[in-house]
């Protein structure tokens, strides 16, 4: 007996997955590692934005006439960029600069007018079912079934994405543990929870599916400073161990120097200049210049309250 | 991934849909109490109707329409409304971005509306029949249930074409659906026969799939007839339902292109 194998054998691994009920999740994981690896061998980047331009009409516009349509504004404007696999690549912009519309048309929510979007080298208008495999996304306002709980609706999210309740489980309650989320409120219905616990369940219930593309749209908004380092720190880790790509948005500065391995500026729909936190303090005006000096002169709206005694 | 893990994916996919909506049933259990009651207490107060008359077939004849047409309409109400409830929600955005086919997404909802229209419908049925002493002895219940699948077909294509209305317009779609529904209540025979109906109305019933399911049913239930005896109206609601299945989800992968392109899922933002 001592001498026999008693290893399972692969086939029995695989029965032992299906068993389980994880078996879909770990093929489509397997069948991704495969298309990230050759996609990598290939030197294609993780997002590459081409000459994006979106508009949409603008809101007090009139029509002229009743078969004319509402003028339109650009929400984006020919925007080009390319974020490298592994990397944290942030913009930053004022409200209305044109962030989520980005973030919107990357998840497949919403399609380009003009201009390509590539995700790992696949078209987000040619094969949108491809690209949601590898993507996930942190909203500003974390989107929930509001009278369910966080495990119920982690279980759900967890049903969409082809993980088994019992993967799923394994992974957020980690997740969360990591982000300082006490797993005992997972019960409580998300309408009881504070704006800063529902954005760690958010960030867990995205995590969860490890996306090679993480998607992250003002994802500190409302948290308390403590909460909001605990999910800087897994935002960095799960790119130091999962290789995981980042595209973030945020008004927070500090975030955006603290996580971004590179900084774009987004104003009135085009990008103003791009480049690490400490290329753009260096260029718009070098010691002493904070990002949010880069960022105000930049965006063409230097702060004049301490000239005006505000 | 093989064609057989995808659609063991898929199907896990559609039952996370049928879940969901099953935990937000049980969250609002004393809500679900007292639509129970309204539509068994509406049920009852129709078959009084003919208990009026002193006749009995009538009483039947009622109670029939009023179970059937509540098991259609949750049926359509539940799979068209799944849409206008999740962007309310403010998870629409959340769900399209899911790695989930929308075919699965929408038989995930038509399943639950499935179960959770035949549930009420059997509760319906059982309180009406001890309420009025109704006899079934003389009923066709395979008949019944065969008539009672196929009819699920062209209702749930009904469904999928109007589920894209609130994509379309976000405070119009949802006031267009109750109105669509309501035409096919007024139309298709539910507490009288067709023929009552003013002349120019009746080529509507023609077109509706509900005039043959309650026909169908009636049959089976009142006459204890065999599905030969049917065989008519069921081919007319296997036809509508193999039409208006893929139209429906023609309809609605439409209005969903169209919805990401002029920004329409967005609430807010």
Redesign the interface.
């Known amino acids: 007996m001592s001498g026999k194998n008693i290893a399972p054998t692969r086939d029995e691994k695989e029965g032992l997955k299906m068993a389980a009920?994880t078996?879909?999740?770990v093929?489509?994981e397997r069948?991704l590692d495969g298309f990230l690896a050759e996609a990598m061998n290939d030197g294609r980047p993780a997002l590459k934005v081409e000459a994006l331009t979106k508009r949409?009409p603008r809101p007090e516009g009139k029509r002229r006439g009743f078969w004319r349509r509402r003028p339109k504004f650009a929400a984006l404007a020919a925007v080009t960029f390319t974020v490298e696999k592994g990397e944290i690549f942030g913009f930053i912009g004022m409200n209305g600069s044109g962030k989520?519309?980005l973030i919107?048309i990357v998840?497949?929510?919403?399609?380009p007018d003009e201009g390509q979007v590539e995700v790992f080298g696949v078209d987000v208008e040619g094969n949108p079912?491809r690209v949601?495999?590898l993507?996930?996304?942190v909203?500003?306002?974390a989107?929930?079934?509001?009278?369910?709980s966080g495990s119920?609706n982690l279980?759900?999210?967890?049903?969409?994405?082809?993980l088994?309740p019992r993967l799923a489980r394994e992974r957020y309650d980690g997740l969360l543990t990591r982000i300082g989320f006490d797993p005992k409120r997972l019960s409580d219905?998300i309408k009881s929870l504070s704006r800063g616990e529902r954005q760690k369940v958010a960030a867990a219930r995205a995590l969860m599916t490890a996306p090679a593309l993480l998607l992250l749209d003002e994802p500190t908004t409302g948290l308390d400073p403590r909460s909001k380092r605990e999910v800087q720190r897994v935002i960095r880790e799960m790119r130091e161990e999962e290789g995981t790509t980042v595209l973030l948005t945020t008004h927070d500065m500090e975030e955006a120097e603290r996580l971004c391995d590179r900084v774009g500026i987004l104003h009135e729909g085009r990008i103003v200049t791009i480049g690490t936190p400490a290329e753009l303090t260096a260029r718009a005006g070098g010691a002493g210049t904070t990002l949010e000096d880069a960022f105000l002169k930049f965006t063409g709206a230097e702060w004049l309250g301490d000239e005006n005694g505000a | 991934?093989?064609i057989k893990?995808?659609a063991?994916?898929e199907f896990?996919?559609s039952?996370?849909?049928a879940?969901?909506n099953f935990?937000?049933v049980k969250?609002?259990a004393g809500w679900e109490a007292v639509f129970l009651t309204y539509t068994v207490v509406s049920a009852l107060t129709i078959g009084l109707i003919g208990v009026g008359t002193g006749d009995q077939q009538l009483v039947l004849f009622l109670v029939i329409g009023a179970v059937l047409w509540g098991y259609l309409s949750i049926l359509f109400h539940e799979v068209s409304e799944c849409i206008a409830w999740e962007r309310g929600?403010?998870?629409?955005?959340?769900?399209?971005?899911?790695?989930?086919?929308r075919f699965t997404q929408l038989m995930g909802n038509a399943l639950y509306a499935i179960t959770y229209g035949l549930g009420r419908a059997a509760v319906q049925l059982l309180v009406c029949a001890l309420f009025f002493g109704i006899s079934l002895a003389g009923a066709n219940f395979l008949t019944a249930a065969v008539v009672l699948v196929v009819s699920s077909l062209p209702f749930l294509g009904l469904g999928l074409a109007c589920a894209v209305l609130p994509l379309l317009s976000r405070e119009r779609g949802s006031q267009a659906t109750h109105i669509f529904q309501a035409s096919i209540l007024l139309v298709s025979g539910v507490y009288y026969d067709v023929s009552v109906l003013p002349s120019w109305l009746r080529p509507f019933s023609v077109v509706s799939p509900a005039t043959y399911t309650l026909r169908a049913m009636r049959a089976a239930v009142m006459d204890g007839v065999g599905l030969a005896d049917v065989g008519n109206e069921l081919l007319i609601l296997v036809i509508s339902g193999v039409v208006l299945i893929p139209v429906g989800f023609a309809c609605f992968v439409l209005g969903e292109?169209w919805a990401?392109?002029?920004?329409k899922?967005?609430i807010?933002?």
């Open positions: 009920g078996y879909e999740r093929e489509l069948e949409f989520s519309t919107r998840s497949t929510l919403l399609m079912a949601r495999e993507i996930n996304r909203a500003v306002d989107a929930f079934f509001k009278v369910l119920e279980r759900y999210a967890a049903r969409l994405y082809g088994s219905q | 991934m093989t893990v995808r063991l994916r896990w996919c039952i996370g849909f879940e969901r935990m937000l969250r609002y929600e403010g998870t629409l955005e959340y769900t399209f971005m899911a790695p989930v086919k292109r990401k392109k002029t920004g899922l967005k807010e933002g």
